[in-house]
């Protein structure tokens, strides 16, 4: 009996032990991919930034619409993630930008195509 009461003392400090080492592991990783996003995020700004300081507002457009589009179709295309905050506030001006500054599908890449096929089935 005593062995049995041992074998489950140890189980439950192993698997408490897992558990903590897993969560701090995933907190890790998790943080890492934030500073990676904002990384990105702030060297696209920066780059649209200058553009539009330079007088290249066409470059400078298209380098923030497309960080827009992408960070919009990351969201709209995770499972378990509720956007539905992105949906009822975002969507509506992201469709109505789209029809009326990116009408011509052949300037489309995949990305917006993808994009576009989402906003279109779940308004």
Not at 58 to 70: G, K, L
């Amino acid at each position: 009996m005593k062995r049995i009461i041992w074998f489950a003392i140890i189980m439950v400090l192993c698997c408490t032990t897992s558990a903590y080492v897993g969560y701090l592991r995933g907190k890790r990783v998790g943080e890492r991919d934030a500073s990676s996003a904002r990384t990105s995020d702030a060297l696209i700004a920066m780059t649209s930034l200058e553009s539009l300081r330079a007088g290249k507002l066409p470059f400078a457009i298209q380098m923030v619409e497309s960080e827009c589009f992408a960070d919009t179709l990351v969201v709209l295309s995770e499972d378990g993630f509720n956007a539905e905050a992105l949906r009822s506030t975002m969507v509506p001006s992201l469709i109505k930008y789209r029809e009326t500054y990116r009408t011509n599908q052949a300037d489309w890449s995949p990305a917006e195509q993808r994009l576009e096929s989402l906003l279109r089935h779940n308004p």
